[in-house]
């Protein structure tokens, strides 16, 4: 790192390869929005040769953030991937969005990657949610970098950054977190602001410098070695305290120099096994420079210390009825196991997987099993099909670059998948498999929608179908209680999008509506009532008469309806009929419009009349009496209750539970949940937390998550339950 050089590969216009799995890194970008993510990416793009910057310009866009969609929303939305050559070696780049509305990419890029790049800003810092994803990372050993950004801005520190760093993703172990290289200032402009001009490397002890538009190495001036000694000391003992060499500390310790060589070549094994954290620098390209301050550095840390496909561990898989089945290896020769980490549909190719091969070869024009199960609950159903795939292809922005084959360890985007969705796996037709999924947030925010137009909701229910299918982040339910369309989402900006996708792209306008949750009534006492439905103007009359009481049942009983009846005052027959209009009464609401619940409804008497009687005028009597005795009681409404559990930090524990208060919720208690975690755990009226995930992360800046489960429904305060009566009276 930083005493190799690699000859510029991967001219603009051929698909990056690799023949061998050993020959590939995966590599996410993750870090907040506007951390530089996206431009480091076009970086090393242009660093590698991979795309040209005058080219870049004709085409007019990103690498990454080519979507129309992202034009307009001016910010990364999706997960998109870039594969650059450097050397032997192809870079499957995947830039995530920073927003954390679009958590479900930034997840399905972990799960497609071996290592994960932090960018952070300068200028900007750290924030809570990619702290978040470091612990994320950690739990699971995944090797992880930094890379500092933004060196241009006039506020910006390199050390002060570097100190935040070890702070924040050190933990237990700072020495774990430490630079490669410190930046070198050139000369002070005008402005006062000495503009980073080149790094030196703290073990090679070399200048490299990228004031010319390509890097250059050469020897530093001897003033500058003292400079660089305490930050040079300090790095070889952090590389050397994380060896594997247990012998390599005591030479050191008895004053042995140890070699460049040595002390690489632990580096690279250290990072490789997630052990050692480097921090990086790094800065885009002068206009009609070519290679930007740092990507020299950085692609040769993604080359020669992040992990190859081999080293890591493939997901679990079993047979798609759950029997086990022997652990994957990342072997080209192997059975085929892929999964589909993300689904877009383009406007001429229609539906196109990116696909991440564990194991086996993906070859253009074969059958596959296509295999997903576990996403019912979110509208996407269990499916087992086989499937012809059509071209395998390389993306680059918009462009799409043919590929022969995609092999274990490698990423590749499949064509004319009509039934895969995101999470699918994709094994042979003759050995179906199906991997454990990863976990998936979960949509916590509704948003309810109807069409705007007769021919928008002729074609609402097929784009809401494929706005699913695409994203797994998503969830659409037909609530049969408040008759709404309602879209789950992770966030606002989150919704923005989808909207805007069911518009663009499927021609489907639609309009949010305010979202309902699904009220109740309950009688609050027992009580009497008697229907009459007594009509003889002349030819068939109708005549009924029912008497009935109501009283209420514990919560959860539903609705009961018990037959009292004797002397034959309700013939036998008309019975079922009572029962039926009560029921279908109770279904409409008595007080507010919302289903009757947890009541006993007997029958106690009545009459009939021998020709006029019938079972139509049963059944309204029977929903005259329920409707009479609701007169006659007090009615609740009772309004749905969650369980909500909110994981945050430590200091803003108070701001959330003081939030949870203002909300009607009941704290049920709090525990310690890791360092510098607490679990708050809440019951709260679902009314109250519609926006709940809008409003905690700002909140807890960023660094809040919560789950919620229905637990039941309860009476909702009197004053409340007037207002629900008065906006129903009004609409009636």
């Not at 999008?497 to 792209?505: E, G, I, M």
Request: charged share 25%.
């Amino acid at each position: 790192m930083g005493d190799r050089t690699h000859a510029r590969s991967g001219a603009a216009g051929r698909a990056a390869t690799a023949d061998q799995p050993a020959a590939l890194r995966n590599v996410v970008l993750v870090g907040h929005s506007g951390s530089g993510k996206t431009t480091l990416v076009e970086a090393l793009a242009l660093a590698t040769g991979a795309v040209n910057r005058a080219g870049r310009v004709e085409e007019g866009g990103c690498l990454s953030d080519y979507d129309e969609i992202e034009h307009r929303q001016q910010r990364s939305v999706q997960l998109s991937l870039v594969p650059v050559q450097w050397g032997d070696i192809k870079i499957n780049l995947l830039d995530t969005p920073g927003y954390a509305d679009f958590v479900g990419e930034l997840r399905a890029g972990l799960r497609a990657a071996d290592a994960a790049l932090f960018v952070v800003s300068a200028s900007d810092g750290v924030d809570g949610a990619t702290r978040m994803v470091w612990e994320e990372c950690a739990a699971v050993g995944m090797p992880r970098a930094l890379v500092v950004t933004h060196l241009e801005a006039a506020r910006a520190d390199f050390d002060e950054m570097t100190a935040i760093c070890r702070r924040v993703f050190g933990g237990d172990d700072p020495d774990a977190v430490l630079p490669l290289y410190l930046p070198l200032h050139g000369e002070q402009g005008p402005d006062g602001h000495a503009p980073v001009a080149g790094l030196i490397g703290l073990l090679s002890q070399q200048i490299y410098d990228y004031s010319s538009g390509v890097r250059t190495e050469a020897a530093p001036d001897p003033e500058h070695l003292p400079l660089i000694q305490e930050a040079r000391d300090r790095l070889i003992e952090g590389i050397i305290a994380g060896s594997e060499d247990e012998s390599l500390m005591d030479r050191y310790l008895a004053g042995e120099e140890i070699g460049l060589k040595t002390l690489v070549e632990d580096l690279e094994k250290a990072v490789a096994r997630g052990a050692f954290h480097p921090v990086l620098a790094a800065a885009p390209a002068a206009e009609g420079s070519r290679q930007g301050l740092g990507t020299v550095e950085l692609l040769e840390l993604i080359t020669g210390g992040f992990p190859t496909p081999l080293e890591r561990e493939a997901p679990m898989v079993t047979t798609p009825q759950g029997r086990p089945r022997e652990a994957l290896t990342c072997d080209p020769d192997g059975p085929l196991a892929a999964e589909i980490v993300k689904t877009s549909s383009d406007p001429y190719v229609g539906r196109i997987s990116l696909v991440r091969v564990f194991s086996g070869t993906l070859r253009p024009d074969e059958v596959v099993h296509v295999s997903g199960h576990g996403l019912a609950d979110r509208g996407h159903e269990d499916h087992d099909v086989d499937e012809r795939i059509g071209a395998l292809s390389s993306p680059f922005g918009k462009q799409q670059r043919t590929l022969s084959r995609a092999i274990a360890g490698d990423l590749a985007c499949v064509a004319k998948l009509s039934r895969a969705e995101t999470g699918d796996t994709l094994s042979a037709k003759s050995d179906p498999l199906l991997m454990e999924p990863w976990i998936m947030p979960d949509p916590l925010l509704p948003v309810a929608i109807r069409a705007h137009s007769k021919p928008d909701e002729d074609k609402l229910s097929q784009g809401l179908g494929r706005l699913v299918a695409e994203d797994p982040t998503m969830r659409l339910e037909q609530n049969p209680a408040t008759h709404q369309v309602v879209l789950w989402c992770l966030g606002e900006a989150h919704v923005d999008v989808a909207l805007d996708r069911l518009r663009s792209r499927y021609g489907v306008q639609v309009d949010a509506v305010p979202y309902k949750v699904s009220l109740r009534e309950t009688f609050g006492a027992k009580a009497a009532g008697r229907g009459r439905h007594v009509k003889q103007s002349g030819g068939h009359g109708q005549f009924a008469i029912c008497e009935i009481e109501v009283e209420p049942l514990p919560q959860g009983s539903g609705v009961e309806f018990v037959d009292k009846v004797v002397g034959g005052s309700v013939p036998r027959q008309f019975i079922p009929s009572v029962e039926k209009g009560v029921r279908a009464q109770a279904a409409r609401g008595v007080a507010a419009g919302y289903p009757l619940v947890d009541v006993r409804i007997t029958l106690l008497d009545g009459k009939a009349h021998s020709v006029d009687s019938s079972d139509a005028a049963f059944q309204t009597a029977g929903g005259l009496a329920l409707r009479e005795a609701a007169g006659q009681a007090r009615i609740h409404l009772l309004e749905p209750v969650a369980e909500v559990r909110v994981l945050v930090a430590d200091e803003y524990v108070g701001a959330v539970l003081s939030d949870l208060s203002g909300r009607r919720g009941r704290v049920v208690g709090t525990e310690q949940a890791g360092a510098g975690r607490t679990l708050v755990r809440a019951e709260i009226p679902e009314i109250e937390i519609s926006r709940y995930p809008v409003d905690l992360p700002s909140l807890s800046h960023g660094t809040g998550r919560f789950s919620r489960s229905y637990c039941g429904h309860q009476p909702m305060p009197p004053q409340l339950a007037a207002e629900v009566r008065e906006q129903h009276d009004s609409a009636t």
